[in-house]
RNA sequence: UCCUCAGUAGCUCAGCGGUAGAGCGAUCGACUGUUAAUCGAUUGGUCGCAAGUUCGAAUCUUGCCUGGGGAGCCA
């Protein structure tokens, strides 16, 4: 393609800042054509913002007739043309086309993508398509913005980021299906003589799987660096089918030395701040755009966040605040046990109004690396819970003290040899650390009011589906 | 994995024992700057798949598949 002259702008640039007369070009996809007598318009977008270029065609431009045909919905174009000030309302620019080139063209009785409103299933089934919509375009702006901030609030904190593998041969958490990675041949698995797969003629000698987590080795690399974070895939091969599960989810995981709950749950807060404010500064129309036709709590939940402190309650005391509730839950409220869905929505959505943070959990209901409380009962685990989404972040000051942390894998019916390297950061000079981990999806939720997690990410793999 | 609702035109749905409908889209035409333009016409379907009940099934029954919502598990 000829390089046009001048050389092309984004379309956000030229509706924040292009001035009338100013020659521009423009390249992008027709959102949508409307033709009167005398001329027509065409709505162009580039996915640099929710606003189009109206761009008008005059009949005098070459071959019009023809051009019209093949501008339909769908198609790319190239268009040089001048910048004026609009005569009707509705935008304050429009370009006058004195130059377009059809680059691909789009047959408007086939094209999925129709001007009108589809339903997010409907998109779903078209995902190479569908963000060239209003809504998907609009969430992957944030979710860019919310990613670029998530890297800007921990590097000026002075975290390092660490990329923490995605093969991995143990399980870490001793939770949580995985999913196994070989290169055998499955319809000729070679055996042992006992008749079990011999995983010894696999790719690594050993069954491997991808990483459910990056926690441990953030662990190691804290233990060098003081402070890191990981922002990663990560895989579950649960049979979740709800909008909130994904099978491959990225992951925030930062991890502190010298740190102990109340610093991480400082951290959490003060991230999540961050990153509501960038997103709200970074992409503002995108957000009016969701508070206005997804979800009209969106814009007064952000200013929530940053302005107001996080509720911060221990489990004892939110299991006091449930059992005195004006409400009946259907899973009874009991110490020991875990907290149900409906008792963190209760909790979050109409106790505190506010995102609340559940902390010192019991400890047979913890994993086996969280810090063992004085008390005997409790763990230093913390949970962030966001009205509307439910847990989006946990964490926990991690056991630094070899015997606990020897006997709680031993405890969980772990074995003990497969943790050696995680048991000599305790070792050689061991320190109490803390971390959590954020489902970068469930915040994008949270920021957008988007209800269903697959609608959230370019690709979504879950159960049964792939297929993008 | 469990509970629940649904699968009819490209999309969103109505029809719920007598042989298929609407709106939108698309196409064509009209139209003194339009904003998901408007107006008119045209186009459009193995009624998810398989078996069964019946003179007759989109409609009733059973099984399966797919999707939504909720739950469990979790991030």
Same mark, same amino acid.
């Given at each position: 393609m000829s390089n046009p002259s001048p050389s092309s702008s984004r379309i956000a640039e030229?509706?924040?800042?292009?001035?009338?007369?100013?020659?521009?070009?423009?390249?992008?996809?027709?959102?949508?054509?409307?033709?009167?007598?005398?001329?027509?318009?065409?709505?162009?977008?580039?996915?640099?913002?929710?606003?189009?270029?109206?761009?008008?065609?005059?009949?005098?431009?070459?071959?019009?007739?023809?051009? /019209?045909?093949?501008?339909?919905? %769908?198609a790319s174009v190239e268009i040089v043309g001048q910048l004026v000030e609009s005569p009707a309302k509705g935008q304050r620019l429009e370009m006058k086309a004195s130059n377009v080139t059809v680059v691909g063209e789009s047959d408007g009785e086939t094209y999925p993508l129709q001007k009108k409103r589809h339903s997010f299933e409907f998109l779903r089934t078209i995902a190479h398509l569908r963000s060239r919509t209003n809504t998907l375009g609009?969430?992957?702006?944030?979710?860019?913005?919310a990613s670029n901030a998530i890297h800007e609030f921990f590097q000026e904190r002075g975290f390092m980021w660490v990329h923490t593998p995605i093969l991995t041969a143990s399980d870490c958490e001793g939770a949580g299906e995985?999913?196994?990675?070989?290169?055998?041949?499955?319809?000729? /698995?070679?055996?042992?003589?006992? %008749?079990?797969?011999d995983y010894g003629q696999d790719f690594f000698g050993k069954p491997a799987y991808l990483t459910v987590s990056g926690q441990l080795e953030a662990e190691v690399m804290a233990m060098a660096f003081s402070n890191v974070y990981t922002f990663g895939p990560t895989f579950r091969a649960e049979n979740s089918n709800t909008s909130r599960h994904l099978a491959e989810f990225w992951m925030v995981e930062p991890e502190m030395a010298f740190c102990d709950l109340v610093g991480d749950m400082d951290l959490a807060e003060a991230f999540l701040k961050y990153i509501f404010s960038a997103v709200l500064e970074q992409c503002p129309e995108d957000m009016e755009f969701f508070n206005k036709r997804i979800d009209d709590t969106v814009l007064d939940r952000a200013r929530n966040i940053i302005d107001s402190g996080f509720e911060r309650v221990t489990y004892t005391k939110a299991i006091e605040i449930l059992e005195k509730a004006d409400r009946k839950f259907e899973y009874p409220v009991e110490w020991g046990t875990d907290l149900q869905s409906e008792h963190e929505r209760y909790l979050a959505e109409e106790f505190f109004k506010k995102p609340t943070v559940v902390y010192d959990y019991p400890i047979g209901i913890k994993a086996f690396y969280m810090r063992a409380?004085?008390?005997?009962?409790?763990?230093?685990?913390?949970?962030?819970?966001?009205?509307?989404?439910?847990?989006?972040?946990?964490?926990?000051?991690?056991?630094?003290?070899?015997?606990?942390?020897?006997?709680r894998i031993e405890a969980q019916g772990l074995d003990v040899a497969d943790y050696w390297w995680y048991l000599d950061l305790r070792r050689y000079g061991s320190v109490p650390h803390a971390g959590f981990g954020l489902g970068f999806e469930r915040l994008v939720q949270f920021l957008t009011g988007m209800g269903n997690i697959r609608d959230v990410i370019p690709f979504p793999r879950a159960p049964l589906s792939i297929d993008f």
């Open positions: 030229i509706l924040r800042a292009g001035q009338p007369d100013e020659t521009v070009a423009v390249c992008g996809w027709v959102r949508t054509k409307r033709e009167l007598k005398k001329f027509a318009f065409v709505e162009i977008n580039d996915g640099s913002s929710m606003a189009n270029l109206q761009v008008v065609l005059d009949p005098e431009l070459p071959s019009y007739t023809d051009l /019209l045909k093949q501008i339909q919905t %769908g609009a969430v992957f702006r944030v979710r860019n913005a995985m999913l196994g990675v070989t290169s055998l041949d499955l319809a000729n /698995l070679p055996k042992t003589d006992k %008749g079990a797969i409380n004085d008390d005997g009962k409790t763990v230093a685990a913390m949970d962030v819970l966001a009205p509307g989404i439910g847990e989006i972040i946990g964490g926990s000051q991690r056991e630094e003290r070899l015997d606990d942390l020897t006997k």
